[in-house]
């Protein structure tokens, strides 16, 4: 069974236990928050290995590691085949730190997003950038509303409510 899937069978027990829920998120964002400790102090480094050698390595359960790896891969140069993972798979962890604020900024992952190590990697004016652009990204902008007796705009000429408003 590929880790994705322990991964999901792990987090789904917990649905219906409010509290061994919130236990196991609060666990596993601490020991989250001490890979990317450890990552972003030499952030230039490319790790690679076997997943079972990585979680090791960071002192992780290799299917808690599968689902870290499943949440910094769109941060990654070069993304890992994270459905198929198993714990023999070979992983390359080669970051792109302006996708990787990014993408905690959008996971309002604050307690990411906000360590220390980022002021020695990225400018405040960069991080302020990135924080700026991800939450524009989030913004609707919704167009003109078309009304029923205005013409159609697929350009038939005839009124919305008689053509594709129908």
Do not use: H
Not at 15 to 25: C, E, I, P, V
Not at 44 to 58: H, K, M, N, P
Not at 79 to 85: D, K, L
């Amino acid at each position: 069974m590929s880790l994705m899937k322990q991964w999901e069978d792990m987090v789904s027990v917990f649905n219906n236990d409010a509290q061994a829920q919130q236990k196991f998120w609060t666990d596993y964002y601490l020991q989250e928050k001490a890979i990317y400790e450890k990552l972003l102090e030499n952030p230039t480094e490319v790790i690679s290995g076997t997943v079972q050698e990585l979680a090791d390595r960071f002192e992780m359960d290799v299917v808690l590691f599968g689902g870290f790896l499943d949440g910094i891969n769109e941060s990654l140069k070069e993304a890992n085949p994270v459905a198929e993972i198993e714990a023999d798979s070979q992983v390359k962890i080669d970051i792109d730190l302006e996708k990787l604020y990014y993408n905690m900024v959008a996971a309002k992952a604050e307690w990411l997003y906000e360590l220390p190590q980022w002021n020695d990697l990225l400018s405040e004016e960069k991080r302020k950038e990135l924080y700026k652009a991800q939450k524009r990204s989030m913004i609707v902008v919704k167009g003109k509303k078309i009304g029923r007796n205005d013409p159609c705009p697929c350009g038939s000429g005839k009124k919305y409510k008689f053509c594709c408003g129908k």
